[in-house]
């Protein structure tokens, strides 16, 4: 198969027309940029922290974030990068050492932080004891301290926006999976800028890959020679996400455009949710016990630890 | 026809007799679906619809993340 643009072999089939290396590269990088434009995802004298785990999303996100700084004559010296070690056994440690190799060969500061380090155990070691008595999987436990750990390492090192790599595959997932679940509170915090309300003690989180589905983040990943040893990490087939990938896939398979159709229905809904939830948004406060954004008096991250220290 | 097959999610190499002669025919007989896979051959990506030669050997890559 050609290359709609010139004679190469096509290296992929989009919906609209087959591309080889060089135009595919070509229409990645400007798709990811025409997103940051669009949606203003990056000011300019912003102070930028790359959330970033080794795998092929946030090595793409932190690379091209640093070349949409660099096109736009932006100074790099306020890009930094942010990893969170949940302590998954097998698993984190085999990404990061591609991580360091990555941040040191771009020149981009790198913070690691950790689940023991800072809330005491392991992922591995805290979720059979937080989820005890609810039987539930690893990812509840998981999200809220990544997230926790993201917001307040991020706000230490005095940044304006967190970026993050989540591509087309993960929002259409989350679209359905709240929808499926009844619930638009969660789903009007979707979109390419996460969250409805901006406060102090939030860093907005900004979403530059938000029109790149997974199968081009792969390709433009290995296109660009970057180092990712594949690892899975030991919980992802169990929880309700995986099941929601795989349909979408099929239903991908059969019809093209399904997951970019899904994103772009909710985004022409999205302002509308937004406004809906904005009338019964719970206030922001500090949490009682480590002075960060919650919800209620104590933070989930908070309670979850206290039930660690009580077991 | 014997095509090489390395699968890199499952961390295996089979030697695959396929019916067909393209790669969609190969991955609908491995039961995988293309959305989840790259497929290289010789250190190039090549698309569902290449032609494939007895004796191919094929890596599949997992476009899907592990977490």
Known sequence: MQCNKCNNNAVIALQ???????????????KVFKTINKFQLIGRNEKLCVAVSGGKD????????????????????????????EGIDQYREKTLVDLKKFCEEHSVPLTIVSFEQELGKTLDEAYPIINKDANKKPCNVCGVWRRYLLNKHAKKLGADKVITGHNLDDEAQAIIMNIFKANTALAARLGPISGIQEHDLFIQRVKPLYFCAEKEVRLYALLKNFQ????????????????IQEMLNEFEHQYKGTKQGI??????MLPL??????????????CSKCQE??????????????????A | MYIEVYNEREKTTAKVEIVGTR??????????????????????????EETLQDQDKIELLSVISGG
């Open chain 1, 228 to 243: 990712i040893e594949f690892t899975e990490c030991p919980y992802s087939k169990e929880g309700y996400r995986h099941h």
């Open chain 1, 263 to 268: 994103v772009n229905s909710f985004l022409a």
């Open chain 1, 293 to 310: 954004a919650s919800n209620k008096n104590i933070c989930n991250a908070c309670i979850m630890k206290e039930t660690i220290q009580n």
């Open chain 1, 58 to 85: 946030s090595l793409t996100v932190l690379y091209l974030t640093k070349k949409y700084l660099e096109k736009n004559n932006i100074p790099t010296n306020n890009l930094t990068a942010l990893a969170v070690d």
């Open chain 2, 23 to 48: 790669v969609k025919d190969l991955l609908n007989q491995l039961k995988l679906n293309p959305e989840a896979f790259l497929v290289v051959r010789n250190s190039e990506v090549i698309t569902e």
């Open chain 1, 16 to 30: 609209h027309g087959s591309l080889c290396k060089s135009h595919f590269v070509d229409y990645f990088e400007e």
């Open chain 1, 273 to 286: 949710l937004q406004n809906q939830e904005k009338q019964s948004l719970p206030t922001i406060q500090q």
